[in-house]
């Protein structure tokens, strides 16, 4: 298993992934045409210019992807928030890959590149136990956030 930056060759994989996932783990949204396109010019521009268009400002950004033999089979994509903060805005693997590290190998990959006194936060749905799991496993804390649809895990660098 291999990882690098995303590139475009990697659009079908990430953003059916997306899509396909949208209502139980990233945002329901995204099942809409219009917000696909919002969610497809993120994509881009990220890989691009390595930054993220959100609703309220462009945060840089970065995509990355674990490959096995040439195919890719999961991917994280951070999003700067401060100079001192990134969230992991969204990660996933492939069903006929899951429950072998991968998502563990990304996340440790990205933890690494953080100085001491970074944060890491990230924002987690209800149904997605396999993610609060791993975030829990590398120090993650956790913390409830209202109305109880997604819970906020943190961890700052030591
Ligand atoms: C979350 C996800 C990325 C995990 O990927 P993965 O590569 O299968 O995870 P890993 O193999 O690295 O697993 C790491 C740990 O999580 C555990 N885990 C994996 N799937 C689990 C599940 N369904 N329920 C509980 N724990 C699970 C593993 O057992 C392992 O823990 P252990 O070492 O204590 O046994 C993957 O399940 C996925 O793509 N889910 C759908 C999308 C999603 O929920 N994304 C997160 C929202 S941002």
Redo the contacts with the bound molecule.
């Keep these: 298993m291999k990882i690098r930056h995303a590139t475009h060759t990697d659009d079908r994989f990430i953003l059916e992934f997306l899509v396909r996932?949208a209502r139980?783990?990233?945002n329901p949204v995204f099942l809409l045409k219009n917000f696909q396109a919002g969610l497809i010019e993120q994509f881009k521009r990220t890989i691009n210019d390595g930054v993220c268009p959100m609703p309220d400002k462009e945060y840089p950004s970065s995509l990355q992807v674990a490959e096995i033999r040439g195919v890719p089979v999961?991917f994280m994509w951070n999003l700067q928030r401060t100079k001192n903060e990134t969230e992991?805005y969204?990660?996933?693997?492939a069903v006929e890959?899951?429950?072998?590290?991968?998502?563990?190998?990304l996340l440790k990959n990205e933890l690494s590149k953080f100085k001491s006194g970074h944060k890491v936060t990230?924002r987690?749905?209800r149904k997605?136990?396999?993610?609060k799991?791993?975030l829990k496993?590398l120090g993650f804390a956790g913390k409830f956030y209202f109305p109880y649809r997604s819970q906020n895990f943190q961890l700052e660098i030591s």
């Design positions: 996932n139980d783990h990233f999961g992991i969204m990660v996933g693997v890959h899951r429950k072998k590290g991968i998502s563990e190998a990230s987690v749905k997605s136990l396999a993610m799991h791993i496993k």
